[in-house]
């Protein structure tokens, strides 16, 4: 039995967007592309269109380009032992790692508020 079991839409998403992408290249849904353009910010993306996903019909999709700091983004990215990684400043672990000392409802609660906010407040 694994030690871990992941599903749900979202998961079900991200499978269709890997299996749907092109060779070094992020393929991300709409809800993604929000969150990485309007919430964390600092990332370009651009349009792939509108595209058939299995199970899904059709959707908008986008590809994640790099960040507006020049640095380009890569689905390839070099293989690092894990103590050799240097924590990255665009990072959103320290926002995930903070919300996780506080009870796991009321995180996802108020990260759920918060995409909403930004979304309603940028439409």
Not at 89 to 109: A, F, G, L, V, Y
Request: aromatic share 4%; hydrophobic share 35%.
């Amino acid at each position: 039995m694994p030690r871990y079991c992941l599903f749900g839409d979202a998961v079900n998403k991200a499978s269709r967007m890997e299996s749907n992408r092109k060779p070094g290249q992020i393929h991300v849904t709409a809800e993604a592309n929000k969150m990485l353009t309007l919430v964390v910010g600092g990332f370009r993306t651009e349009s792939r269109g509108e595209v058939i996903i299995k199970g899904k019909g059709v959707m908008e999709t986008f590809w994640l380009l790099d960040e507006e700091a020049g640095i380009s983004v890569s689905a390839q990215a070099p293989k690092m032992k894990p103590e050799a990684r240097a924590p990255s400043q665009r990072s959103i672990s320290p926002i995930i790692e903070k919300q996780s000392e506080k009870d796991d409802k009321e995180s996802m609660r108020g990260l759920c508020t918060e995409f909403k906010d930004q979304n309603n407040a940028n439409a």
